[in-house]
């Protein structure tokens, strides 16, 4: 248990570096032209294809693979002290891995049948573009609905079981309350929701790596 305690803890570290590096990406490199006519935008998903299936993969793909391994471990490390708890965040964890994979696999997919379209019928290649990017967030980015769900109901879990730091737990109520409240269409929910994983992701990584076993 103590291993996968800490492959848990090294995947939970890469969680939050992928999120540091979405942010950064889209933040000083991502010069997508918003303002653009149709024809730029395409011309520029054309010439960026190769490097926007990478961000994609990492974001959703990778990033979903990581969670899975998380998702099961904190599962095993609760699951004795708090049952019901640890296996109802278990399952929203796992819904929540199945929609990011999902969303990357739908993001890179739709990309490739964007630009082939586009030769032919640029009007038609922007509105599936519209549906796709639609698709995209429901599942994967626009709410975070399970993913908070998951958060809350672990960080629940994990203050009846005594695991792990105490206010690591609280700031996990905080996060999964933000993340359900991004049912309501407020950017700001999810800009925090995001940014204050980083955080979260990293402290229960070092948590896992120095206390890999339960007491």
């Given at each position: ?20 590096s ?24 054309t010439?960026h294809?190769?490097?926007?299936s ?7 793909v ?9 998702v099961i471990a904190i ?9 019901l ?26 990309l490739a049948?964007?630009?082939d ?15 796709i990017?639609t ?13 908070g769900?998951w ?6 879990a994990?203050?009846k ?19 359900v409240?991004t049912i ?13 994983q980083?955080?979260w ?15």
């Amino acid at each position: 248990m103590n291993t996968l305690q800490k492959i848990a803890g090294v995947a939970a570290l890469f969680e939050a570096a992928i999120y540091i590096s979405a942010f950064i990406f889209f933040g000083a490199f991502g010069d997508y032209p918003v303002s653009a006519d149709d024809t730029q935008k395409l011309i520029y998903l054309t010439h960026h294809q190769s490097t926007l299936s990478i961000i994609n993969f990492a974001m959703y793909v990778a990033f979903g693979l990581f969670l899975a391994i998380l998702v099961i471990a904190i599962h095993q490390r609760m699951k004795t002290r708090a049952p019901l708890l640890s296996q109802t965040a278990a399952i929203f964890g796992i819904i929540w891995v199945g929609l990011v994979i999902a969303s990357g696999m739908i993001a890179n997919v739709g990309l490739a049948a964007v630009i082939d379209l586009s030769a032919q019928n640029p009007l038609q290649a922007m509105t599936l573009l519209l549906v796709i990017n639609t698709i995209v967030e429901a599942l994967g980015g626009g709410n975070e609905i399970v993913g908070g769900l998951w958060v809350l109901l672990l960080s629940v879990a994990g203050l009846k079981a005594i695991e792990l730091p105490k206010w690591l737990h609280y700031f996990g109520l905080f996060i999964g309350t933000v993340g359900v409240l991004t049912i309501y269409p407020a950017e700001i929910l999810t800009e925090i929701f995001g940014l204050s994983q980083i955080l979260w992701f990293s402290w229960l990584g070092m948590a896992m790596l120095v206390k890999p076993n339960s007491e």
